[in-house]
């Protein structure tokens, strides 16, 4: 059987390259609810879609972040 493909959510490996992180870091985002997503359960298996708009918003805050971060670095000095 093959897992059925949820309609504007991508697989947790295209996750880990857009984010440049591995698999399992994915995988314990959306477990801490860092990532939004699906989690999909057949029998004993389970399987994560993730949210693609919930990774752009990831981004952006780290965008943020570093941009504060850099503020603070310069302000040290």
């Not at 993730?50 to 603070?72: A, H």
């Amino acid at each position: 059987m093959r897992w059925a493909i949820v309609k504007g959510y991508i697989s947790v490996a295209q996750a880990a390259r857009k984010l440049n992180v591995s698999v399992q870091t994915v995988y314990r985002m959306c477990r801490e609810g860092v990532l939004g997503g699906t989690c999909m359960r057949r029998l004993n298996n389970k399987k994560w879609m993730i949210d693609p708009k919930t990774i752009e918003l990831l981004v952006e805050e780290s965008k943020f972040q570093s941009d504060i971060q850099r503020r603070r670095q310069q302000s040290l000095f």
